[in-house]
C-alpha cells in the first residue's frame, strides 16, 4: 500500500496563487508516475498534471503556462505550482502514484480543496 498525504489547498482570489503538496509513503516502487487531478462539483475527476520518476511532465491544456509540476524522488514528494488561478480551477485537487502497466498499483490522496473566489 502507499499512502499519499496533500496539503496547501485553500482560498485564494482570482489572478493569485497557490502550492499543492503531498508526500508518498509506504511500498513506493519506480520508476513511477506521481500526478494531480482535480474534481469539481457535478463534474468527474479529470487530469491537471502529472510527472514520470523519469523527469517527464504532462499537463491538461487548460492549465499549460500556469501551472508547474516538481517533485522529488528521494522524499516521494510532488509539488503542484499554481498561478494565475481562475475560478473555474476551483475543485478539489487529488494526488495519485501510479505505475502505468500495473493497474493494481494507483493509489490517491484524500483531497484537498482549492477555491478560487473573489
Known amino acids: 500500500q502507499v499512502q499519499l498525504v496533500e496539503s496547501g489547498g485553500g482560498l485564494v482570489q482570482p489572478g493569485g496563487s497557490l502550492r499543492l503538496s503531498c508526500a508518498a509513503s509506504g511500498r513506493i516502487f519506480s520508476p513511477n508516475v506521481m500526478g494531480w487531478y482535480r474534481q469539481a462539483p457535478g463534474k468527474e475527476r479529470e487530469l491537471v498534471a502529472t510527472a514520470s520518476s523519469g523527469g517527464s511532465a504532462n499537463y491538461a491544456d487548460s492549465v499549460k503556462g500556469r501551472f508547474t509540476i516538481s517533485r522529488d524522488n528521494a522524499k516521494n514528494t510532488v509539488w503542484l505550482q499554481m498561478n494565475s488561478l481562475k475560478p473555474e480551477d476551483t475543485a478539489v485537487y487529488y494526488c495519485?502514484?501510479?505505475?502505468?502497466?500495473?493497474?493494481?498499483?494507483?493509489?490517491w490522496g484524500q483531497g484537498t480543496q482549492v477555491t478560487v473566489s473573489s
Open positions: 495519485n502514484c501510479k505505475i502505468p502497466l500495473l493497474s493494481d498499483y494507483n493509489f
